[in-house]
């Protein structure tokens, strides 16, 4: 099976697990006890938030553990419940849904251009006394696009609104710097680069009410027993993750070279100067998305046809219509690359793709 599915979850990193293996005993106790099992968990669990802390240059004491993205930006929106928002029409469901379901006087959706990038402008001229929240994505996590958080962080650096970036999708593959971005919270994922899914991050500066209550953990931010081995692999995964970005280009640069010398229809949705190295969102006019997904199955090639939040995923990306229309979504497809990936994978996903598109010439 060739895996190009990394921006849904990436594949573990199999030696961080056998550290966590041949270190078991370390990980045993409740980092809140005491006694010497206590003080192993707890050990490690600085060492992670220190790495992390400092891979984002923020405090120690800003990063909360959480259970994933979905977490974090659930704790974020809770926080201005009743106020004025303004958001893009194409962030994670965890920042849509969220927002569906909680109470907000206003929400202002900035929609995006054709490259999947919203306007700076349109956040800002939406702006006015009332607005207490502005919280856009680093980068997509259906096309790659990145968006403008250095722009839009510039312009609210002085103003008493709070700045929030969903930068899921952005870890590992671009320097995250809290102080350069301007934001006041920033959430991240584990499982998006090969740390073990159920743990995330939620940076940020200064008071904010929990999502979860319970014990003392965090700072009393956030209850429930803390998943030290969560912290370990995803502090261990940044590191390497960063290491790899030469490798995904050029998985990505082989990729669309094999697509300029294959002959068949397709378009790329959005803009590839201007989206991340590890996803490519592609329009097959001649396939649908349902079709392609259990052929590319079929033929042992993991892809997906966007967020994988969508319940079976065979739903039509909601950023590709917002992008372009229904119909380009039905016909659109996400591979997503990652570390394991070799230009030998990408060649047999192309004779795949290539025999589909012979047989429907000829159907
Ligand atoms: N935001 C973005 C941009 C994502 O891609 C994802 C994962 N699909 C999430 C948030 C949610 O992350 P988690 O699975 O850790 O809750």
């Known amino acids: 099976m060739i895996y190009f599915d990394y921006a849904a979850t990436s594949l573990k990193r199999k030696e961080i697990f056998e550290e966590v293996i041949e270190n078991f005993e370390k990980f045993n106790g409740n980092p809140n006890s005491l006694h010497s099992y206590g003080r192993d968990s707890r050990k490690i669990m600085d060492e992670s938030r220190r790495i992390i802390s400092k891979k984002l240059n923020a ?40 927002i569906k379901n909680m109470n907000f006087k206003d929400v202002i959706y900035v929609n995006p251009n054709k490259d999947g990038i919203i306007d700076s402008c349109d956040v800002i001229k939406n702006i006015d006394e009332n607005t207490k929240l502005v919280c856009v994505m680093f980068v ?14 510039d312009y609210l650096k002085d103003k008493k609104i709070h700045f929030h970036i969903d930068a899921t999708q952005a870890l590992g593959h ?29 940076y940020w500066k200064g008071k904010f009410s929990n999502l979860i209550y319970g014990g003392e ?31 995904i280009k050029k998985i990505k640069n082989y990729f669309l070279k094999k697509l300029n010398e294959n ?5 790329i949705n959005g803009n590839t100067e201007k989206s ?50 229904e119909e380009r979504a039905k016909h659109s497809v996400r591979f997503s ?15 795949v793709l290539k025999k589909l598109f012979e047989k429907r010439k000829n159907d």
């Open 59 to 98: 405090n120690f004491n800003e990063i909360y553990f959480t259970s994933g993205a979905s977490e974090s930006n659930n704790t974020v929106l809770r926080n201005f419940e009743n106020t004025k928002i303004i958001t893009t029409s194409i962030e994670h469901d965890s920042i849509l849904n969220s």
């Open 140 to 153: 997509n996590n259906e096309t790659g696009a990145i968006e403008p958080v250095y722009e839009i962080g």
């Open 174 to 202: 671009f320097d995250i710097d809290v102080k350069k971005l301007h934001c006041d919270s920033l959430s991240l994922s584990g499982h998006k680069i090969g740390g073990i899914n159920g743990f995330g991050i939620l």
């Open 217 to 247: 953990q965090e700072r009393e931010k956030r209850g429930g027993t803390s998943f030290v081995i969560g912290s370990f692999t995803m502090a261990k995964a940044i590191e390497k993750a960063e290491k790899e970005r030469e490798h």
């Open 263 to 267: 002959k068949f229809d397709y378009q």
């Open 276 to 325: 991340s190295d590890h996803i490519l969102n592609l329009y097959l006019p001649w396939v649908s998305t349902e079709f392609l997904l259990t052929y590319m199955d079929l033929n042992s090639i993991a892809v997906s046809a966007g967020s994988a939040c969508s319940a079976g995923s065979l739903n039509p990306s909601k950023v590709i219509e917002k992008m372009y229309n």
């Open 337 to 351: 690359f990652g570390f394991k990936n070799t230009t030998d994978d990408v060649d047999e996903a192309f004779d």
